[in-house]
């Protein structure tokens, strides 16, 4: 059973969703303001966050859970052609589902992000590409020896292009492997964390060695 954290101001559909996704499995801590949110995030498994919340709204309070921790987090948002979007997934997002929500549809994001990180590979070396080590048995980032913090659709993704260095992935390859969405997928979800990602592992994001862009194509690893 997994732990679901919704912060969302409008009773009817914060009653609406909790109920919903209680009968689908999940055990639901319901809360009306990011505040309340921000202290309810022990032992939860995702975070499904309005972005429009009265007081700190849901940016303020995805940057808040990103700089503290990589819980996965699904934004709620009235539209899906604004800059709403692009700045919920630049503030730390993982994903977004658009208003007036379809329960069937957040419960599917739920699940897909919960699988990104998956099961440990058998593969029993570490792989080494310059400064930056990837452990695909550990699920553990390094660079110059020291950990890096990942949430789990950044390590998806960096999963997903490591492991064919130099192959050029499309953003619809990466939205099917990463997002698991290969119908209504936007490709806004794959620049944003690629983004993030360059943020991390990358010592001059303007110019990475890492997660190159291929113009008109896509993104692939490397050449270092």
Known sequence: MSRVLLIEDDQAVRDGL??????QGHAVRAVETGEQGLGKLAGVDVVV???MLPGMDGF????????????PIIMLTARSDDMDVVAGLE??????????VQPRVLEARIRAVLRRVGEPTQQA???????LTVDRASLVVRKNGEQVSLAPTELRLLLELSSSPGRVLSRQQLLESV?????LGDS???DACVQRLRAKIENDPATPRYIQTV?????RFGPL
Request: glycine share 12%; hydrophobic share 35%; net charge negative.
């Open 125 to 131: 070396d570490a792989e080494q590409y310059g400064e």
């Open 49 to 51: 966050l309005d972005l």
């Open 215 to 219: 113009r008109g194509f896509g993104y």
């Open 188 to 190: 806004r979800l794959v």
């Open 60 to 71: 303020e309070v995805c940057r808040r859970i990103r700089a503290t921790g990589n819980l």
């Open 91 to 100: 503030a730390g997002a993982d994903d977004y589902v658009v208003k007036p």
């Open 18 to 23: 909790e109920l919903a996704l209680t009968r």
């Open 179 to 183: 997002w698991e969405q290969g119908y």
